[in-house]
């Protein structure tokens, strides 16, 4: 066991050093391949590079969930797979630098719906959403919602398009961001079209964003 200063933090971590990862005490450099388990209960195992995380790894964050993929420089970075708890929503798909970025599903554990398309920076801005029946919409969006043009496509084919309005709503107090997402933000939509799409239009008004 050692106690060193880590680079990357500035605090103090207590190393258990497993497999062929090598530490220099006096510098605290890690390196190879092992296993690290930090004050606060999170544990990585995978590669190193000069004491950072650095190709395949597997990183569980203590009660908050799990990612297995690639790092670089200490970040999630590439292609990898997010298991998210409490709510064990799936999260698959392209990372930039620790926020989603590029092709991506995200998959809500507790209703089978999924979001599916490209990713900037954490969130969704074009794809599908998609409800277990095969109902889906496909546009634009914005925190992870829909925004402007776009259209829903039913289980029968029938085809109804539309825009959406998004109105931002007063933030939520004392919500904590869970590790590897984004703030929410609380939004109210509003679907305009020459059609009639309540029920929907209110079932993603009532989801939580991710």
């Known amino acids: 066991v050692f106690f060193f200063n880590d680079t990357a ?11 062929s990862v090598r530490c220099v005490q006096e510098t605290g450099v890690r390196h190879g391949k092992g296993k690290y388990t930090y004050a606060n209960g999170d544990k990585y195992e995978g590669d190193w590079i000069q004491n950072k995380k650095h190709g395949i790894g597997r990183m569980t964050y203590n009660l908050k969930g799990e990612y297995f993929g690639q790092f670089e420089h200490g970040r999630r ?8 708890l409490p709510s064990k929503d799936v999260y698959s798909g392209w990372w930039k630098y620790g926020k989603k970025h590029g092709s991506g599903t995200y998959v809500y554990a507790d209703t089978g719906m999924r979001l599916q398309g490209e990713w900037s920076e954490g969130k969704m801005i074009s794809g599908k959403w998609v409800f277990p029946n095969g109902t889906f919409y496909q546009g634009q969006f914005r925190h992870n919602k829909p925004v ?15 825009t959406y309005k998004q109105t ?12 590897g997402q ?3 933000v609380n939004l109210k939509l509003d679907w305009i079209s020459s059609g009639r799409l309540y029920d929907a239009a209110k079932l993603i008004n009532h989801h939580e964003n991710i």
């Open 9 to 19: 933090t500035t605090e103090i971590y207590t190393e258990q050093i497993v497999g």
């Open 77 to 84: 970075h590439g292609e990898g797979l997010f298991t998210y």
């Open 148 to 162: 402007a043009d776009g259209k829903w496509i039913f289980q029968n084919g029938n085809v109804l398009e539309g």
């Open 168 to 179: 931002e709503l007063a933030p939520d107090d004392d919500v904590e961001v869970e590790e």
């Open 182 to 184: 984004e703030p929410k």
